[in-house]
């Protein structure tokens, strides 16, 4: 299969991608278009065969449920019952946006694969002009993980999709750099009070905020937290061991050197503000003290180490205020728990 990419930055002359998108969904196809977190790869949520598609194109595990995308907020009430009153409140709010809320699922719409084995369905509105003209011109729903292959970072430009899915989609469309970076903030609105399953654009304070103390998993390990079944594989993995490091030029210089005397190469992420010019490469995240820059740029640092010779990974941690916490959850995964030192 050939994986074409299709550039729609200017939305008014993109009338025939939209529709070229669409017609490949309708056809039980699956699409990789751009949300304001990362690239997601869609597919037509009430079709049975076309959601197997992306696990197939993914090599994702066929028992973690997928996100459903939708265009409006009215949809809501299409596909899940016993919504909270909070959950309007956080609607209102954060939608669209990066905030996917898990209702309890109505019976008998989305296709039994989007949320294998589930009562529940997780379920946002994205902000990002393509995913929402995408979904307005499909008019549907639109099952959608993130279009890497399953173990890899989440793509952030169009690029990063083709690297991954090139000859398994049949389109892409283009709409530059994703600007969160880190995925949508999942929450638990089924339990009360409801709980954060993965950390994410919308924070904790941010939704406190709203509808006052929720619940977070996001310091249990993974296992303990089966209810974003997501959150037990293995993610965002680097294809050499990466390291957790404080954000302390001189340790991180020092361990670079320590490295070397190992016969390693080392490639470091850190803020912009570091020189270390020990490190083989090094790959700047944006300011210190500044996780909405590492967030947006986190995966493609990651990515780029792909490509270089490093026999070792160190990466700066960042703050957990924020979309910190995000970045943190993200960061801990892509090294499986380590830190240098050891
Ligand atoms: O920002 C995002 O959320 C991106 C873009 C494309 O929207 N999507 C994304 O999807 O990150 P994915 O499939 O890579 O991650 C979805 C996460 C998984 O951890 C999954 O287990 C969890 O959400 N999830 C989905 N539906 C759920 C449900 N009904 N109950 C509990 N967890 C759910
Ligand atoms: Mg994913």
Not at 208 to 215: D, F, L, N, Y
Not at 231 to 250: C, G, N, Q, T, W
């Amino acid at each position: 299969m050939e994986t074409l990419i299709i550039k729609v930055d200017n939305l008014l002359d993109n009338e025939k991608s939209y529709q070229q998108a669409v017609d490949i969904l309708n056809e039980g196809g699956v699409v990789a278009f751009p949300t304001e977190t990362v690239y997601g790869l869609g597919a037509l949520a009430t079709d049975e065969q076309a959601v197997r598609k992306i696990f197939e194109a993914k090599g994702r595990p066929s028992d973690n449920p997928l996100i459903v995308h939708i265009g409006n907020r009215e949809a809501v009430e299409q596909y899940a019952i016993q919504i909270p009153d909070d959950a309007y409140k956080l609607m209102e709010k954060f939608w669209p946006g990066p905030l996917t809320l898990v209702f309890h699922k109505r019976p008998g719409v989305i296709a039994q694969s989007v949320t294998p084995g589930f009562e529940t369905v997780g379920l946002r509105m994205p902000d990002h002009p393509v995913a929402l003209e995408l979904l307005q011109t499909l008019d549907g729903p639109l099952a959608a993980p993130s279009a890497n292959r399953s173990g890899k970072p989440s793509p952030t430009e169009a690029g990063h999709v083709l690297k991954d899915l090139h000859g398994r989609i049949p389109l892409i469309l283009d709409g530059g750099e994703t600007g969160v970076g880190v995925e949508s903030t999942v929450l638990d609105m089924t339990v009360s009070p409801p709980a954060i399953l993965r950390p994410g654009g919308v924070t904790k304070e941010m939704i406190e905020s709203v509808i006052g103390p929720i619940h977070t998993e996001s310091g249990v390990a993974d296992d303990q937290a089966p209810r974003a079944p997501g959150m037990k594989y293995m993610h965002y993995a680097p294809e050499s061991p990466l390291f957790v490091i404080a954000p302390d030029e001189a340790k991180i210089a020092e361990a670079v050197r320590l490295l070397h005397a190992e016969g390693k190469k080392v490639a470091v992420i850190g803020p912009d503000e570091f020189t270390i010019p020990e490190a083989d490469w090094y790959f700047a995240v944006g300011p210190l003290h500044k996780p909405e820059a590492m967030a947006s740029t986190l995966y493609r640092a990651i990515r780029q180490c792909d490509v270089t010779e490093a026999d070792i990974i160190l990466a700066a941690e960042t703050e957990m205020s924020g979309v910190g916490a995000a970045v943190m959850n993200r960061l801990t995964k892509a090294a499986d728990g380590k830190r240098f030192p050891l």
